[in-house]
């Protein structure tokens, strides 16, 4: 891992269009700021992990039963 | 169980008759969020079982299949916004509202939960589909929906 200091509004450049600015550290919270095309997806690493294990967990054999007996639960909630 | 190819447009739709379509394959050419490998798959409904539901089952990996549904059954305020961007990766033109569909797990308990958090939206002339997050929407990976009971998981 690429280790680097930096202090308040200074910024980072990832491949010459992603810009991470530090825009202020308050404790143990650091604000960043990130200017990037818009086809690049920006999400916080727990979001991205959640929605993958979602989808992981979904794609697996035990989490599919037939879809009658879905359908059966769907109907009597 | 029978099986029968839908279009992409029937989990929505009230017709079910698929086979004047060549919408039923969906291409995700980002792939699904973390699993970026997971880019064609194709719609299969069971007979007898409402419209509402389907396996997306994988074309690139047979052992990849997700049931998924349409999520305002679930909860009839649901939205999943597009950005211009999201609007243009799918090729939506002005006015054409995507498909939304969002993916049922059964977990170990027995639950059935709904991602709303992570919907998968598609163009509904095209196929071509892909993975939101709804970041701040308060929206969950596990929205519960219901129990199931052992009778009708076996």
């Given amino acids: 891992m690429l280790v680097l200091s930096r202090k308040p509004d200074q910024s980072l450049l990832l491949g010459g269009e992603i810009t991470v600015t530090v825009l202020s550290i308050d404790g143990d919270r650091v604000k960043l700021g990130v200017t990037a095309p818009r086809h690049i997806t920006v999400l916080r690493e727990e979001i991205f992990k959640q929605v993958q294990s979602a989808n992981a967990g979904a794609a697996s054999a035990s989490a599919r039963p037939p879809l009658a007996a879905i359908a059966s639960a769907l109907r009597s909630r | ?154």
């Fill in chain 2, 1 to 154: 169980m029978t099986v029968t190819v839908t279009t992409a447009t029937s989990l929505d739709a009230s017709s079910s008759d698929a086979s004047d379509s060549a919408t039923d394959a969906l291409m995700f050419p980002s792939g699904l969020v973390g699993c970026a490998d997971w880019k064609r798959f194709v719609l299969i409904s069971a007979e007898g079982t409402p419209l509402q539901l389907a396996y997306m089952q994988s074309l690139d990996d047979p052992n990849i299949a997700l049931v998924v549904t349409n999520p305002s059954q679930l909860d009839p305020h649901y939205a999943a916004p597009l950005s211009l961007e999201d609007r243009a990766d799918l090729g939506l033109s002005d006015g054409t509202q995507p498909l939304v569909y969002c993916t049922l797990t059964v977990g170990g308990d027995g639950w059935l939960t709904a991602n709303l958090l992570g919907p998968l939206v598609v163009n509904p002339l095209t196929g071509t589909g892909k993975q939101l997050v709804l970041v701040d929407s308060g929206y969950s990976t596990q929205f519960p929906v219901t129990q199931l009971v052992n009778a009708q998981i076996a």
